[in-house]
Every structure is written in C-alpha cells, then in structure tokens.
C-alpha cells in the first residue's frame, strides 16, 4: 500500500434519514470531503446532531451514503464493505460489550474474530493489559466494570487486531480524566509505533488539540479541516484572561460576561475567566464592557484549540442561544441574604455502604450549604454514584447520619424527595410520552395540578427553549433537548436542591456553557445544586468540590483550595485537572504503600 | 470461517450458562411440562359424577342403573329428587343427571321407555364421553332383555345381533397420554427454538452489541451459525428430555425407528430456529419479538397442528391454514413414528416440506440479516 | 387525601399513556388477542365431522348393505375407499387416508339370521385419542340403532328404550362456547401478567425507574400506578374476546355482565399482583418475558381448560389451587353460561381474594427491598 495515499478520502459524501414522525428527509451529511493521512490521527469535532457518527458509520461499512464516495485504505467502502472490515477497528459510541462475559471472554471473542494467531496473542494481550490496567480484573464480568473500564475495554477489543486504520466514536464519553488521559497514551503510542491511522470523534476539544488533524463538522457540512494550529489561530487576538476585582467573584463575572452578547466563550478557569470576545477589544473597554467587567483585571492570553472551535462555529451560529436568557423573574425563589451564613441543606456524617464484602462508600463526611454549588469529583468507581444516591434517597445508608433538606433520610424519605430534584447520567424520562406529557407526569408526582402546573411548565418550557416541542415525544428529541427536558422536570417543583449527576457528559462545548449559565443562574437565586462531572474545568464553576477515591474523602474546599493541595507548579496551583490527577494519584501510591507494607 | 463460528459459538454458551433464566427456559421448563402433561392432563374421563334420580323404585327400574354402578368411568350417586339433582349439577358437583321417570316400568312393559339424560354442557368433549358412557351402560340392560328373548328363541349368546368388534391400532387402550407426548415434543421444540432464538438476536439489537461485532471480518451467516448451534442443542436436550420420558415415564411405544425421529426433529428444530431467527432480524425489539414468536409460531403450534384439536373438524380456511404449518406436518410425522411405525410414504413427504421449510426460513433469515444498521 | 387520589391519577394516567402510545404496542395488545380469539373460535372443536372410512364388505348380503347405507347416511363417516382385502388395512391406515376401518366378514348375514351375534370389526386410528374415541361411539350409535330396527322387525324386539339427552349450558354441546368463555379469562390472564411483569423490568432498563424514584411516590403508590392501567388493560382484552364471543359466534350471555365485569376485575387484579412480583423479581426485560412464560403455561394447562381439575393427580390439583387462571375460568363459565350469580361463586372469589391480597402485599415488599 502506498504510504503517500491518504487512509481515509470522503468525496463529496451525502447521507439522508428520514424522520419518523413527519417522513421528511433530515440531512445528515452534506457533500462531506475530507482526507485522513496515513499513520496519523485525526480529530473529528462538531456540536452535537453534526454529523459525526453518521461518518463513522458510513466508513465502516455500516451504512450507505446516497452521493460521494469513500475510501477506506484504498477500498471503496460502498461496493466491497466486509474488505474494509477486515481490516479496520471500529469502536463505536456505545461500545456493546458482552456484559455477560468476562474481560477476557469479550478480548477472546475480538481476537478470534479477527483471526489473531495463537503465538501472537501472548504478548499482544499483555501489552493491552499494561496499556488498560485492565489486568487484575480479566475474570470479571463486563458488565460488572466501571465506565471508564469499560471503554478501556472496548477499546482494548478494537485494538486486539493491530488494525491499519482505527475509527473511533466519542471514545472517552463518561471516562474519568485519570482514565481518558491513560486512553490517549494509549492511542498516541499506536500512532507512533505502528503508524497506525486514527480517526477519532470526540466533546473534548483537549483531545483534538492533540491530534495532527482537525476536521469541524456542523449540520452535515465540514466546516473547517486543519492542523490544531490553523484553528486555534482563529481566535487570535481574541482570547482574554479577566480577574475578578476583589469583592466580586469568578462566577458572578464569568455570567455578567458571557449574557454580554459580543462574548463568543467565557469560562472560570484557574480563578480567574477565560473570555472570548467577538469584535470589542476587551484590553481596552468600552464604557458598557467596563460596566460588565466591573473593575477585574484583563491581559490576552495565547488562545487554546476551543477558542478557535467556539469562534468558528459562532460564525456560522452567529452567537444565537437557544434557550431563553435566564431572567431572574421566572427563576425559584429565595432571597439570598448576603449578610448570615446561609444554613446547611445536606449534612453526611460517617455515612457507610457496604455491597456485600465491598465497601462502595467509606465514612464519608461533609455539608452543603443552600445556595452552594457542590461538585463530587472522582474517579469511575470512587464511590460518586453511590455516594449521590444515597443523598437522592435511592439507597439507603449501611451505617452513618444522611440529612438533606431538613429531613433525616432513615425516616423521611418521601418528604425529603419532595424537596430535591434529579437529573441522572442517563436519560431518563419516558421515550415514548411528548415533552408535555412527561412534565405533567412529573409535575404532578410533585403534587402540582391546575394553574400551579401550568404556570410552573410554562416557565420551565420558556427557560429551557422547549416551548415549540410541547407534542414532540421526548424520544424523537435530539440530544441537547433531551438534556433540558431532563432538567425542565427537574425544576417543575422548584427543588431546594438539584442534583445532576454527568450533566454535561457528552455535550458539545456551547451545550456545556450554556447548561452552566442555568445552573450558576439557579444557584445566584438560591437552589442548591449538586453536581457530578468530569470535565475538570467545569469543577471551577463549583462553590467547593469533594474529590473521592475508593469510597474515601481525599480533598475538600473551594477549586482553589484544591488546587493548592496539590501543590504548586511554576510557582502556580496547577488547574484544576491536574491538581486531581495529582491527588488522585497521590491517594492510589499512598494505598499501593500500604498494601505492599 | 471455524474459528470465527467457533468463537463466537463458545461466546453464545457462555451467555446461555451465565442467564438462568434461558436455562430454565430450555431444561426446567421441558420437565415440567412433561409432569404436567404425563400426570395432569388426561382426556380420559374417570369415575365421573352422575347423579341418579329414581323415581320409579321398581326393581326394573334399579337394573336399568345396574350398569352405572359397574363402569369404571362413571360414579353414579343416588339423589332423591330432580331439584337436589339440578342443584348438584348447577354447582357442578355431579357432571350429568340420569333420571328414571316415574312411569318408567309401565311405558317399559309398552315398550317405549324412557330415560332422561341432562348433561352439563360447558365442557363438550368431558360431556360428549360421558353421554357414551351412559348410553352404553344402559345399553346393557337393553342387551341383557335382548339376550333374554333370544334366548327364548333358542340361540344367542351374549351381545345384540350385531356386536361390535372394536379394535384401537396402535393405542389399543386409546390413553390420550399416548397422544399428547408427540404434541407435547413440538411444543417444547417450538418453545425453545423459535422463543429464546428470537429473544437472543433481538437483544443484542437492543444491548448495541452488533454495531462493534459488524466492523470485523465476522459474515451475517457466521453469526447466525454461532447462533444456531447453541440453541440447537438445547432444543435437542428438551426432545432428549421428552423421549426418555416418553419410554421411561409414560411407556409410549416408539414404534418408528428412532433415527428418522432425530432426522424429522434436526429439520424442524432448525425450522423453529429459523422462523425466531427471522423474527428478531425483523423487529430487533425483544418485547414485540416476545410477542410476535407466541401469535407465529407457539399458539398455532397449540392450537391448528392437531395437537389439541384434529384439523379434520375445522372450518375448511382454518384446516388449509393448519396444513402449513410446519409444525402440523412434524407432529403427524411424530405421532405415526410413535405410535404406527415407519409409515415410509408419510416419513418422505413430511420430512421433504420441514427440509423444505427449514432451507427456505434460513435462506430468509440469511438475507434479512445483513451487517447494516439501518 | 385528595392530593393522594390526584398524584395516583397521574401515575395512573402517565402508565397508560406509556402502554398505549406506542403503537407497536397498541398493536400487539390488540390483534392478537382478536386474531387469536377467532381462530380458536374456529379451530378448537371436538367435534367430528366427515370421518374419513374405508370399506371392506366380505358379505355383500342384504343386512350388511342396510348396515353400510346407514353408515354413509349419517354425513358423519364418508367412504373415501372400498377395500377388496384386508391386505389393504395397513396403508389406508397408517398414511391417514382413513380414520376407521369397517370390515365386514363374509358369514354376518347367516351369522345374523341364526340370531347372532354377527360380529362386524372396527379399527380405528387411534393416534389422536380424542377423534378416535369420538369416531368409534358415533359408529357404536348407529349399529344400536340398527340392531333394535332388526330386532323389532324380526319379532324379538326387546322393549324399547330410548335415552334422551340434554345438555344444559350449551344445548348443541358445541365446543367453541366452552373455549371462548375460557380464553375471555386465559388471553388476558396472558396479556396481563406479560404487561405488568415486563412494566417495572422495562423501567428499569429504561433508566426511568430511578426517576420515578425520587419522587415522592412511595413504594405503595407506584405499585398501585403500575398496577390499575394493567387491570384496564386487562379488561379492555376480555371485552375484546366477549365481543367476539356475543356478537361474532353469537354465543349467548345467560348471566349478568355486571356480575361478569365485577369478577374479571378481581381476576386481572389477582393476576396483576402475581405480574408485579415477576416483575420485581427480574433483573431484565428478558428475565420477566420467560419467567412470565414459565408460569403462564402451567397456568393454562392446569385451570381445567384442557382437562378437568377432578382427573389430575393430588399435587397437582394442590398446584392448582394457586392458579388464578383456575378461578378465573370457572367464574366466567359459569357467569356467561350458567347465568349464576356471584353468591354462588364465594368460593372462586375467596380464592382470588386470597392470591391477590397475597401477591400484592409482596410485590410491594419486594419494590422496597429490591431498591438497591
């Protein structure tokens, strides 16, 4: 095979689905060319609904487009797909690993199926096992893993061939950053060992950057393609970093500039806001930009691969949200009084869980306060989801004091549900009800009904842009409705406290910052929220956040305070993700020490 | 292409052995099925209930009834009057009356006696026996008083002028248990082929587990070996499972030769498979493929093979309709190597239409699977 | 108590529009059960017509004539062939083209004349018991018959006695009246256990399960939410086989709907209750479909639908005690055909009363201690 030839070359590639319910043609692809290069990665980025995995999908053999052709390693896919399938690994979102086999059952079935040789697999599924740390657990049931693992898994069996070309779709969706970062190590190695050719789809902008290639998708269309370089330097003189002024916080700054329409991105990040503005240079303020900034310090920074992502895509955009500004009027009320220390909401105290011989959760400990924004970071299989469903009321505690919204868990379940409100990783309203239909349900699980019900659903529908899919059924909606209709019904009953557990997993980064302004909207207003993540930086938008690790409580405190725990780098706390690698790491050494002693 | 069959065949075991519910399915289910088929379903009427009013207390009156008390079948109570015996037909302790009216000796001596039968209808066939059974046994007295002028005329012995000379073949005791084994190793065949086959393809649809599968070199037909053989095999313990019982249990004759019983059961084991499997290609949903094998495959297993039912009573539409189905042709295939022997004209057409059958279905279930996701 | 009766409400109405919106599923709940309740209104039927015979006359006289004239001119046996020996027994036999054999041999009319007994043979097939037994008693009926013509014409008539027979409930003793009044129970005792046990487990698959969860609904409440659309739904299957059972096949209703509607309801709720532990119980949808199965078809085979009660063994007619499906029929059967009212059935109601408040109760313990 020629090296010069490019692994992957879409030609005007086209692909349509029909709509279910209205029978319209929806067009997923749109006259899509591109070309991957031969033993390199490349990144394939976009919003959500861009086309993506559609791509994919069509490259490996799974579909057919309607124009275009694509080459993959030289075949053309259409006429002689299994030839292609021979020879690529293809790792797709959900990656459908035999639950119900073992870790080595699942490696067994992929090497068989692809014909890997006895002599070669010895060494071959060492190397997987170093890579995926997967190891200790090769008699454990798939379906018995943590998510993180899991994808380790999948792509441990996509890899287990040694294929020419890999194609992978989100492949570290719901992965820990410990564990995304082990993945990535995982994928750079094969690129420069074995020349190995990577198109890979992926939120995390991060990843892309690490990438030799950048293809932007958007509606179907390729938007941009280039290296990292080309699209970062689209934001060029555009990227800003905004200290607060004393008094002031990051939060309350970050939301006063990104409402501010010539704002194309503004995040927390590292105490202070990371800005992106459109055409006012901000190093010099206008007298309304002044007004915003409200005294906090401005200095431009070098601009990261996102920025150009977010500049590009709001030039096609054009800065337009979908969902309403969130106004104060219509938000839970609660008065935030500045002056007494607002009371505590969520109280643990030893709390204990216990599956079996397992300890999930270890003497856990620590407050919430109304209005916070707590943030429960971890590793997959620390302990979070237990530990976040125990304050749902969804387990109950082995041993310990669990007390949320004034109500002890042990008697008062029921009452204390009625003052929370959940929105799980997964989602979970009903598939098959209309938007409307599944807010009333859960509108009147709350005990709303008449005017009360419809004045609440209104307000939700309005504040989260839902107002025209009413007779949509929640199934049918793409995924960043799903996610508001989610936290529409989560809010109906004005909750004291919101628990969102992966919000933003697998969300675009306009979805993200949009979902972030909600949140940091209803905290200003008084619903405490707690939230679980693990886009680092999205830690910084949290009040404090608890880090856990194997059940046990290993940091508490504000990002900062984190971030100083884990010691200083260059004279400087580290962000946010590397003060948790660090701690994270520094926990699983110190246990290593202690076993080994 | 072995090893990847292999492979992926080994992955099916393995799932099958680790779901206890398929197991239960395949070899639980058989063996209580066969309990209850073997010891609590029987067509055959015993000591059945009748209630006997005599409202004429003569002793010719008493023999008429005489043969109530000596048949097997029947167990006939003596009541005092017509509303205690309706009474006990209305809460079904008795299943029919038989009334000897009080003018019986007289209209006897005048020769047109009559008895009263009343029968509780609802359920036919329980009715429709016992009524024979009735007759029969007041037939008895007619023959006895037949037997008595006869022999007044010098000559006859025992029975009318014509008796009848009965002959059951091949179930001389005709025990319906006999009968519903065959019926009950189509059922068990059909269960766990076309069931649990179409709830396995229709689950990894549903679990995503093909989209990964699909991007390597596995072929459609390689995965639909994989996923024959395992349940094959579970099919061929439950008809192992019925055969044993068959001999062991209920003492059925397996007349027929025991190879073409295994030949004729491989093909329609592979039909049933192959009708599950086409199944969960075309709806890839397990609920509504749960659904479409019970209406497709089981319930007309149940119901128009003549099994339970002889297809020579329906409705002509409804007896063509039965005529095919596969499983009609195995269960006559079955009951006549059972119980008549190699019938060889019947054992060729019957196994060439599920040969038949089972190409076709798999040559469907072949096409319908194809390595796309939409 | 009124915000209680309202958020019931809700979860009522939420579970339906769940069940009824998809219309796959609108579907499945309907045809079948109309499809399957006609065919079997059809196909289920004992009783024989056209009886295919073959013919071996050895005699030829004058009797064995009348005797063969008799027997073609019932509609009931049809000569499909006429043997010349009894080397042709076998085939016609074994490959079905007959279902009897009537042999005659050659000395009947001399035997006969010297007043008997002139003995005529019969084979039946009896492969299928049923038909075979049915066969030789229609054949046994006409021989009766002609033996007493014979009698009374050759002056040695035995008084005559005649049987007559009535068959309440169902006068023309049709089969289809007792089948369909059964399935109006069993189809939706089928539909009902496979819905509410498949319910929760699909929930549960869904991720929706943890949602309803922190509500505020209380273990109780979501039971009875799963629990009275099932019964609905459940009720709306048996009026679909009752109408097809009335307006179709014309069977007659002889007792009171109301009675009927007030014992069905007890029935799909005993059946409800039983469908929801199953459904607590499995971990997937696919465990709840077989674990339903493996119960449903004991179920079916042991309510005295195929056989009755009274013939099976001990144990089993204790197993039985325990199936709804039991009761179930019988209260229809006797409702619909016999016209009794419910006082005559206590017994039935009782032992509904007792696997419902039995079920139920359980079911609700197994939400709460299955949470996690």
């Not at chain 1, 029921?414 to 807010?439: C, H, P």
């Amino acid at each position: 095979m020629n090296a010069q030839a490019p692994a992957l070359a879409a030609r005007g590639v086209g692909k349509r689905f029909v709509d279910r319910q209205t029978r319209a043609a929806v067009v997923a692809l749109d006259a899509v060319s591109f070309e991957a290069a031969h033993g390199e990665l490349t990144a394939l980025v976009g919003p959500d609904g861009a086309g993506k995995t559609t791509f994919l999908r069509l490259a490996a053999g799974l579909m057919g487009a309607e124009a275009g052709t694509l080459q993959v390693l030289g075949i053309d896919v259409a006429r002689d797909p299994q030839a292609v399938q021979n020879r690529i690994g293809y790792m797709p979102q959900r990656f459908g690993l035999y639950e119900d086999l073992t870790v080595q059952e699942n490696l067994d079935l992929y090497a068989d199926l692809h014909g890997v040789p006895a002599a070669t697999r010895r060494d071959r599924y060492a190397r997987l096992m170093e890579m995926s740390a997967l190891g200790p657990f090769t008699a454990r049931l798939a379906g018995k893993l943590s998510g993180g693992m899991k994808q380790k898994l999948g792509l441990a069996c996509t890899l287990v061939a040694e294929p020419e070309l890999l194609l992978l779709d989100e492949p570290t969706v719901g992965v820990d950053p410990l564990s995304r970062h082990e993945l990535w190590e995982i994928l750079l190695g094969l690129v420069a060992e074995r020349r190995t050719t990577v198109l890979v789809s992926t939120a995390y902008l991060d990843e892309a950057a690490r990438c030799a290639q950048v293809v932007l998708l958007h509606q179907g269309r390729v938007l941009r393609q280039g290296t990292p370089q080309d699209i970062r330097s689209e934001a060029e003189g555009l990227s800003f970093t905004a200290v607060p002024a004393t008094g002031d916080s990051v939060r309350r700054l970050q939301a006063r500039l990104f409402d501010d329409p010539p704002t194309i991105d503004a995040v927390p990040r590292g105490g202070a806001v990371h800005l992106v503005r459109r055409d006012v240079r901000p190093d010099n303020p206008d007298a309304a930009l002044q007004a915003v900034l409200a005294g906090a310090r401005i200095e431009a920074v070098a601009p990261s691969l996102e920025d150009g992502f977010m500049v590009l895509l709001d030039a096609v955009v054009g800065g337009e949200r979908t969902t309403a500004a969130p106004g104060v009027a219509d938000l839970p009320a609660g008065s935030v009084s500045a002056a007494a220390e607002p009371p505590t909401v969520i109280e643990v105290r030893d709390v204990v869980r216990r599956f079996g011989d397992f300890t999930a959760v270890d003497r856990t400990t620590f407050s919430v306060r109304r209005g916070e924004i707590f943030g429960l970071l971890g590793p997959n299989g620390a302990g979070k989801t237990t530990t976040f469903r125990m304050l749902c009321g969804l387990l109950p505690a082995s041993s310990g004091f669990l007390r949320v919204a004034g109500h002890d868990l042990r008697h008062a379940r029921a009452q204390a549900r009625g003052k929370i409100g959940y929105v799980s990783q997964k989602f979970a309203l009903y598939a098959s009800l209309t938007v409307d239909e599944n807010l009333d349900f859960f509108g009147g699980a709350y005990g709303l009904r008449g005017t009360r019900l419809r004045m609440r659903r209104e307000a939700v529908t309005t504040r989260f842009g839902l107002g025209e899919r009413g007779a949509t059924r929640a199934g049918e909606l793409p995924g960043g409705y799903r996610q508001r209709l989610a936290m529409a019904a989560a809010l109906l009953h004005e909750p004291e406290i919101l628990f969102l557990d992966e919000p933003t997993s697998g969300a675009d980064p306009p979805a993200r910052r949009e979902f972030w302004r909600h949140i940091t909207t209803l905290a200003e207003s008084g619903t405490t929220i707690v939230v679980t993540t693990h886009f680092m930086e999205e830690a910084e938008y949290c009040d404090r956040v608890l880090i856990q690790e194997a059940g046990r409580v290993l940091a508490v405190g504000t990002p900062l305070e984190i971030r100083r725990q884990a010691g200083e780098r260059d004279g400087r706390p580290p962000d946010m993700e590397q003060a948790f690698t660090a701690i994270v790491a520094q926990a699983r050494a110190a246990a290593g020490d202690r076993v080994a002693a | 292409m072995m090893r990847r069959v292999l492979a992926l065949t080994r992955k099916e075991v393995h799932q099958l052995l680790r779901d206890r519910s398929n197991l239960m399915l395949g070899g639980v289910l058989p063996i209580i099925l066969i309990l209850i088929f073997g010891y609590g379903l029987s067509f055959d009427v015993r000591d059945a209930p009748v209630a006997v009013v005599m409202e004429d207390a003569s002793p010719l009156a008493h023999e008429a009834i005489a043969g109530l008390t000596l048949s097997r079948y029947l167990a006939p109570m003596i009541v005092r009057d017509m509303p205690s015996a309706e009474a006990l037909l209305h809460a079904r302790e008795v299943d029919a009356i038989l009334r000897v009216p009080a003018d019986f000796s007289r209209r006897y001596a005048g020769g047109d006696a009559q008895l009263q039968v009343i029968l509780h209808g609802v359920d036919v066939a329980r009715a429709r026996t016992i009524d024979s059974y009735l007759r029969a046994a007041v037939g008895q007295m007619a023959l006895r008083e037949a037997d008595r002028a006869g022999a007044l005329r010098g000559g006859a012995a025992a029975g009318g002028p014509v008796s009848i000379e009965q002959r059951m073949w091949f179930n001389a005791a005709n025990t319906s248990t006999w009968f519903l084994v065959p019926g009950l190793i189509v059922l068990i065949t059909t269960l766990v082929g076309a069931f649990l086959t179409a709830l396995v393809m229709a689950r990894e649809w549903e679990r995503g587990t093909l989209e990964a599968l699909f991007v390597t070199p596995v072929r459609p037909i390689e995965i639909l070996v994989a996923k024959l053989l395992p349940y094959f095999a579970v099919a061929m313990l439950g008809l192992v499972l019925c055969l044993l019982a068959a001999r062991g249990l209920f003492h059925v004759p397996i007349r027929g030769s025991l190879e073409v019983i295994l030949l004729a059961s491989v093909c329609y084991v592979f039909v049933s498979l192959a009708i599950g499997l086409l199944i969960s290609a075309a709806t890839k949903n397990q609920f509504l493929a749960s659904q479409i094998a019970l209406v497709v495959s089981f319930m007309p297993a149940l119901m128009l093979s003549g099994f339970l039912f002889d297809l020579r009573n329906m409705p002509a539409a409804v007896s063509a309709l039965g005529h095919v189905l596969p499983a009609t042709h195995y269960l006559e295939l079955l009951k006549s190597l059972f119980l008549a022997g190699n019938v060889w004209p019947m054992i060729l057409r019957d196994t060439a239409i599920l040969l038949l059958y089972a190409l076709l279905l798999l040559a469907l279930a072949r096409s319908r699977t194809r390595k796309r996701l939409e | 108590m009124r915000d209680t009766l309202y958020r019931l409400l809700n979860i009522c109405r939420k579970e339906l529009l769940v069940i009824l919106k998809d219309p796959a599923n609108r579907l499945v709940l309907v045809l079948p059960t109309i499809v399957q309740s006609l065919i079997f209104g059809y196909a289920a039927t004992f009783d024989l017509r056209a009886v295919p015979y073959a013919l071996l006359d050895q005699d030829g006289g004058q009797a064995a004539t009348e005797l063969i004239a008799r027997v073609d001119g019932t509609g009931f046996f049809e000569r499909v062939a006429t043997l010349h020996s009894e080397a042709g027994f076998a085939p016609v036999i074994d490959t079905q083209r007959a279902l009897m054999i009537l042999h005659i041999g050659p000395r009947f009319e001399q035997r006969l004349r010297a007043g008997g007994p002139a003995p005529v043979q019969v084979i039946v097939d009896a492969r299928n018991s049923n038909t075979a037994a049915s066969a030789a008693a229609h054949f046994a009926g006409i021989v009766a018959a002609f033996n007493q013509d014979w009698l009374a014409r050759h002056g040695a008539a035995g008084p005559a006695l005649t049987i007559e027979t009535r068959a309440w409930f169902n006068p023309n003793l049709e089969t289809r009246w007792h089948m369909l009044t059964a399935l109006i129970a069993g189809l939706s005792m089928i539909q009902t256990l496979l819905l509410t046990a498949l319910s929760v487990a699909r929930e549960r698959e869904q991720g929706t399960f943890d949602q309803l969860l922190v509500t505020p609904y209380r273990p109780f409440e979501i039971m009875v939410g799963k629990a009275l659309p099932s019964i609905f739904v459940g009720l709306v299957q048996a009026s679909l086989i009752l109408m097809v059972a009335t307006l179709w096949f014309g069977i007659p209703l002889v007792g009171s709907l109301i009675a009927l509607y007030a014992g069905l309801i007890l029935f799909t709720t005993a059946c409800v209750g039983i469908g929801l532990s199953i459904s607590a119980l499995s971990a997937s949808m696919q465990q709840a479909m077989l674990y339903t199965f493996m119960l449903a078809m004991p179920f079916m085979l042991l309510s005295g639908l195929a056989t009755p009660i009274k013939n099976m063994p001990e144990a089993m007619q204790w197993f039985t005690a325990a199936n709804p499906l039991r009761y179930g029929i019988d209260i229809v059967q006797r409702i619909y055909l016999e016209g009794v009212g419910l006082g005559t059935l206590a017994g039935d109601i009782a032992a509904l009363a007792v696997i419902a408040a039995l079920t139920l109760p359980l079911a609700a313990w197994l939400f709460r201690h299955r949470l996690a």
